[in-house]
Antibody
């Protein structure tokens, strides 16, 4: 069974950098075939896709965040990480890591395994 | 970005009811539409993809349909464990985007 677990500070000061790590078990993030994804959910709101990393180094980010976001991975630890710089209160959200998988005849991109999520609050 | 609009934003229903949730895309997304269920304090769970294939383990009372811009999630014979918030998500083009959610509450 694939499991993902987010970890990192729950409180970040404005203008600082948000850093989170996702530890994966039950799958190898370096094996290819899946893409390792960050998604966030603002309090009481919908979901926002942040970006992903695949095949060890290929990354793709939401254009709305691309100037501030970096996703990296450590295959030796089977972890991938999120860095978001220059945070503001608008970055307060629950951050999820997820596994992206292509499914079905039409090869649809889905998120089939998720971590439990971690709340990050941006406040001084 | 492709905007996804769900309706209604919330609904009240009873156990045993048939429930229908609609998701509309701001442009055609072919069949690249997925549905997720989220319970309070939990991560979303993939229910249906592309847009009518049930994820493994999902009960057959859930069904999805549609193509182009208009899609539907139907829950027949609503069960107590189905009270949750449901999100649609387009995977036609990046950035992948989600609907704002539909909360299914107990009447």
């Amino acid at each position: 069974q694939v499991q993902l677990q987010e970890s990192g500070p729950g409180l970040v000061k404005p203008s600082q950098t948000l850093s989170l790590t996702c530890t994966v078990s039950g799958d190898s993030i370096g094996s290819g075939g899946y893409y390792w994804t960050w998604i966030r959910q603002h309090p009481g709101k919908g979901l926002e896709w942040i970006g992903y990393i695949q095949y060890s180094k290929n990354t793709y980010y939401n254009p709305s965040l691309t100037s501030r976001v970096t996703i990296s991975e450590d295959t030796s630890e089977n972890q991938f990480s999120l860095r978001l710089t220059s945070v503001t209160a608008a970055d307060t959200a629950v951050y999820y890591c997820a596994r992206g998988a292509r499914k079905g005849v039409i090869v649809a991109d889905t998120f089939d395994y998720w971590g439990q999520g971690t709340l990050v609050t941006v406040s001084s | 970005d492709i905007q996804m609009t769900q309706s209604p934003s919330s609904l009240s229903a009873s156990v045993g009811d048939r429930v229908t949730i609609t998701c509309r895309a701001s442009q055609t997304i072919s069949s690249y539409l997925n549905w997720y269920q989220q319970k309070p304090g939990k991560a979303p769970k993939l229910l249906i993809y592309a847009p009518s294939t049930l994820e493994s383990g999902v009960p057959s009372r859930f069904s999805g349909s549609g193509s182009g811009t208009d899609f539907t999630l139907t829950i027949s014979n609503l069960q107590p464990e189905d009270f949750a918030t449901y999100f649609c998500q387009q995977s036609y083009s990046t950035p992948w985007t989600f609907g704002q959610g539909t909360k299914v509450e107990i009447k």
